[in-house]
């Protein structure tokens, strides 16, 4: 039995929930916010867009939009810019970072403006307030809303038209401890229901058990982009040896052909940071050479390490790591 397809017209069941960015290209004035950026994200995956402040993500997904027409370049969801999609609010459901909401409207009767214009019956107002856990503050004012409860209520407006495609900016931002355990788990549910799901943050800490897939971008072009589990890749313990004998630790370095970093040390000792090794190996190597150490430390990089090596600004010392942006 064949299937036909639920995109778009002249779209491909291949294109159905594809986000795709190619060339794209923003300048304001002089300031290129964002620069010859390239990057699919795919459904069933949660992709997390992640960058310092003022890399270009919230500029990009503004161009996925329509809200921000780019210098050079295409932004597609489905195939098709945001604009010339059928339905684009039951398509997409974007929340963008400053979501405003009238202070004397419940939490109900926000989504009751927006449910006629996307096309959702009322018990589907009701059905997005329990799934993002308001359903019992439906009649309360939202002006009387925590910054948390804001950005559920936000999440349950991109909800309405049950979109194949979820872009979410800095969605965590003013949940607490609990929340973000919540959010990490409807974002899950929702990617394995098919949905294409993009999540934008500055800190890789904040989604990295959420996150398959991660787009790294810094000062608006693209560093890195993976599955999360390849950035463990670009990781490289470190060892830090401090030593009286300056030429001695310089020999032993040499002859083991350990790459190193120098560091400053007390005076009348040598220090470096030695990478691609193990404090076990040092010590066993030192030993032998009958050199004396004065400290002996392994050092392991996380992900965080990692994302900012790759952000970080040209020639500023950072963690130590492998590779560089793809």
């Given at each position: 039995m064949t299937t036909a397809p639920t995109g778009p017209p002249g779209t491909t069941p291949a294109d159905e929930g594809v986000v795709q960015v190619q060339g794209l290209t923003k300048h304001f004035g002089a300031v290129a916010a964002v620069q010859d950026l390239s990057f699919t994200v795919r459904?069933?995956?949660v992709t997390g867009f992640l960058g310092p402040n003022g890399a270009g993500k919230t500029t990009t997904l503004r161009m996925l939009l329509g809200l921000v027409r780019?210098?050079?370049?295409?932004?597609?969801?489905s195939g098709r810019a945001y604009g010339d999609l059928a339905r684009p609010m039951s398509t997409v459901g974007a929340a963008l970072e400053a979501a405003s909401f009238h202070p004397g409207?419940?939490?109900?009767?926000?989504?009751r403006t927006y449910a006629p214009s996307?096309?959702?019956?009322?018990?589907?107002?009701?059905?997005?307030?329990a799934l993002v856990g308001l359903e019992g503050a439906a009649r309360r004012r939202v002006g009387g809303f925590s910054l948390g409860m804001r950005q559920r209520l936000a999440l349950a407006t991109t909800l309405l038209?049950?979109?194949?495609?979820?872009?979410?900016?800095?969605?965590?931002?003013?949940?607490?401890?609990?929340?973000?355990?919540?959010?990490?788990?409807?974002?899950?549910?929702l990617a394995s229901q098919g949905r294409t799901v993009l999540v934008s943050s500055?800190?890789?800490?904040?989604?990295?058990?959420?996150?398959?897939?991660?787009?790294i971008i810094a000062r608006g072009r693209l560093v890195h982009a993976s599955p999360i589990a390849e950035l463990a890749s670009l990781a490289v313990p470190t060892v830090t040896v401090a030593s009286p004998d300056e030429a001695g630790l310089?020999?032993?370095?040499?002859?083991?052909?350990?790459?190193?970093?120098?560091?400053?040390?007390?005076?009348?000792?040598?220090v470096v940071t030695l990478r691609g090794t193990s404090a076990a190996a040092v010590g066993s190597a030192a030993f032998a050479a009958g050199l004396e150490l004065h400290e002996l430390a392994s050092r392991s990089v996380g992900l965080e390490d990692v994302f900012l090596?790759?952000?970080?600004?040209?020639?500023t010392p950072g963690p130590t790591t492998t590779g560089g942006a793809p």
């Open positions: 459904p069933g995956r780019p210098t050079s370049g295409t932004a597609t969801v409207r419940s939490a109900l009767d926000h989504l996307i096309g959702a019956p009322d018990s589907r107002c009701a059905e997005v307030l038209g049950d979109p194949k495609v979820l872009l979410l900016d800095e969605p965590a931002n003013g949940l607490d401890p609990e929340g973000i355990v919540w959010l990490r788990g409807l974002l899950r549910h500055h800190m890789l800490s904040e989604v990295q058990q959420t996150v398959d897939d991660v787009i310089d020999a032993l370095v040499a002859a083991n052909g350990w790459e190193r970093t120098a560091e400053a040390g007390a005076p009348g000792t040598s090596h790759l952000v970080q600004e040209p020639g």
